[in-house]
C-alpha cells in the first residue's frame, strides 16, 4: 500500500452539518479501499485567490494508505461534489 494525503477546501457557505457529512463520506471512500489515517481539520481560511466569488474555504487534510487505483476514483469523486470547491491528492512515498 502507497502513503497519499488528500486536501480538499469545502464550500465556506455549508452549514457545518454538511461540512462534516463531506468530511465522513472522503472518509468513507478511503477505507472501502484503503485505511484512513490522520484527519486534520484546518477550519475556515483566506484562499489566495478567489473560487466561485468566494474568499474563505474550509480545509481538510486526511493522509492515508491505499492502492494506486484508490486516488483515481477518490479524484474522479471529489470533482463531481457540488460541495468541494477544489482538491489535491499528493504520493508522499514519490518523494
Known amino acids: ?38 484527519v486534520d481539520v484546518w477550519g475556515m481560511r483566506k484562499l489566495a485567490y478567489p473560487i ?16 494506486p487505483t484508490l486516488p483515481k476514483e477518490l479524484d474522479r469523486r471529489l470533482k463531481i461534489s457540488d460541495n468541494v470547491m477544489r482538491h489535491l491528492i499528493d504520493n508522499k512515498d514519490q518523494k
Open 1 to 38: 500500500m502507497t502513503n497519499y494525503e488528500v486536501l480538499f477546501i469545502i464550500d465556506p457557505a455549508l452549514e457545518d452539518e454538511k461540512k462534516e457529512a463531506t468530511v465522513e463520506a472522503v472518509k468513507e471512500i478511503i477505507s472501502a479501499e484503503g485505511e484512513v489515517g490522520n
Open 52 to 67: 466561485n466569488k468566494k474568499s474563505e474555504g474550509y480545509y481538510v487534510v486526511i493522509e492515508f494508505k491505499a492502492e
